[in-house]
C-alpha cells in the first residue's frame, strides 16, 4: 500500500465515523481556549477541564488576569503540570494581550507565538479551533499515531517535520478536523503504552505488519 491510499483510508474512515469532531477542551473565549491550551501541555484535558471552571471564575479574560498575582494564578493551576512556569506564563501573556491587542487574542501565528508560553502547537490550535484556519497542531498523540499509521517517514523525526508532511498530505478542508482524529486515535485506541490495536480500524494495514511504500 502506498502512502496516498494510506492517507485515502484513513480520512474516508474518520469522514464517515467521526465527521464533527473538536477539542475536549472546555472553554467559552479565544481567550479562555489559548489559556487550556497553554495549561494542556505535557497534561491531560481531563486534568485541565477540572482546573478552569475555577480559574475562568475568577480570570474571565485577559484583563482580569492581567491584574492577578502570579502567586493567585498558582494556586487555582497548582494540580496541572509544571504550575510554577505555566502560572508565569498566564500573568505574562495576560499583560501582553493586554498591552499589545487590547486584550483581544491574535489569529496570526507570529503574533501568537510573540505571547509567553506559546509555541507553535498552541498557535496552531487556537488557529484551527477558534479562528477556523488550516493549521495542523502536532502534539505527543498526533506525533505517535502519524508514525505508526506510516502517514509520514522515519526521517520526520520532530513535531514541525510531521506537521508539513501531514499538511502536503491531507486535503485542506479536512486538516483541522484530523489534527482532533489523529488526536482522539492516539487517546483512547492507538496508546503510548498499550496500544488496543483489536480496536483499531487499520490494523489490517498498520505498518507493524504491513511495510509502507515512499
Known amino acids: 500500500m502506498t502512502r496516498n491510499e494510506r492517507y485515502k483510508k484513513v480520512i474516508e474512515y474518520f469522514k464517515a465515523q467521526q465527521p464533527n469532531v473538536t477539542t475536549e477542551l472546555e472553554f467559552g473565549s479565544a481567550f479562555q481556549l489559548l489559556v487550556a491550551t497553554l495549561l494542556s ?55 501582553q494581550l493586554v498591552r499589545d491587542f487590547d486584550g483581544e487574542v491574535p489569529s496570526e501565528r507570529e503574533k501568537l507565538e510573540s505571547l509567553a508560553g506559546v509555541g507553535r502547537k498552541t498557535a496552531n490550535v ?16 498526533v506525533f ?3 508514525h505508526r499509521l ?45 496500544p488496543k490495536c483489536d480496536e483499531c480500524p487499520f490494523v489490517g494495514f498498520c505498518p507493524s505488519s504491513v511495510k509502507v511504500k515512499e
Open 144 to 146: 505517535r499515531v502519524s
Open 150 to 194: 506510516g502517514l509520514v517517514p522515519k526521517t520526520a523525526d520532530n513535531p514541525l517535520k510531521v506537521e508539513l508532511t501531514l499538511l502536503k498530505n491531507i486535503p485542506e478542508e479536512y486538516v483541522g478536523t484530523a489534527h482532533h482524529w489523529l488526536i482522539l486515535q492516539g487517546r483512547y485506541v492507538c496508546k503510548s503504552r498499550k
Open 126 to 141: 487556537v488557529q484551527a479551533v477558534w479562528f477556523g484556519k488550516p493549521t495542523m497542531a502536532v502534539d505527543t498523540h
Open 41 to 95: 501541555a505535557q497534561c491531560t484535558d481531563k486534568r485541565i477541564n477540572q482546573v478552569t471552571p475555577e480559574l475562568f471564575r475568577h480570570y474571565p479574560d485577559a484583563k482580569a488576569m492581567a491584574k492577578a498575582e502570579v502567586e493567585e494564578i498558582f494556586e487555582l493551576i497548582k494540580s496541572v503540570s509544571y504550575p510554577n512556569a505555566k502560572s508565569q506564563h498566564l500573568k505574562q501573556m495576560s499583560e
